[in-house]
């Protein structure tokens, strides 16, 4: 069974950092690709960043240079570095396993609240 657990939201000022972490269980971890998402309210969920099994990333245009996104197999554990926060980075954050590129299972997620 799958499972993604999310932590590390919270409530932040604009220009702070946080860091997310994603611990998954039930699947070969180490080799899976994986996502962080959001969904700020009223909006479509959208891919954030994600991490091959090789440790290949990628980032949307509106994180790139302020979100890092890394993996500790060891761990089953993925994170998300989030500096330079804005509050249109607030939402409720999401991990995610992809298959082919696609999210096929989500973790709880996390809110994140970029606000003075």
């Known amino acids: 069974q799958v499972q993604l657990v999310e932590s590390g939201g919270g409530l932040v000022q604009p220009g702070g950092s946080l860091r997310l972490s994603c611990t998954a269980s039930g699947f070969m971890f180490r080799f899976t690709t994986m996502g962080w998402y959001r969904q700020a309210p009223g909006k479509e969920r959208e891919l954030v960043a994600h991490?091959?099994?090789?440790?290949?990333?990628n980032y949307a245009e509106p994180v790139k240079g302020r979100f890092t996104i890394s993996r500790d197999n060891a761990k089953n554990t993925v994170y998300l570095q989030m500096n330079s926060l804005q509050p249109e980075d607030t939402a409720v954050y999401y991990c995610?396993?992809?298959?082919?590129?696609?999210?096929?299972?989500w973790g709880q997620g996390t809110q994140v609240t970029v606000s003075s």
């Open positions: 991490i091959t099994s090789g440790g290949s990333t």
């Open positions: 995610s396993k992809l298959r082919a590129g696609v999210p096929e299972n």
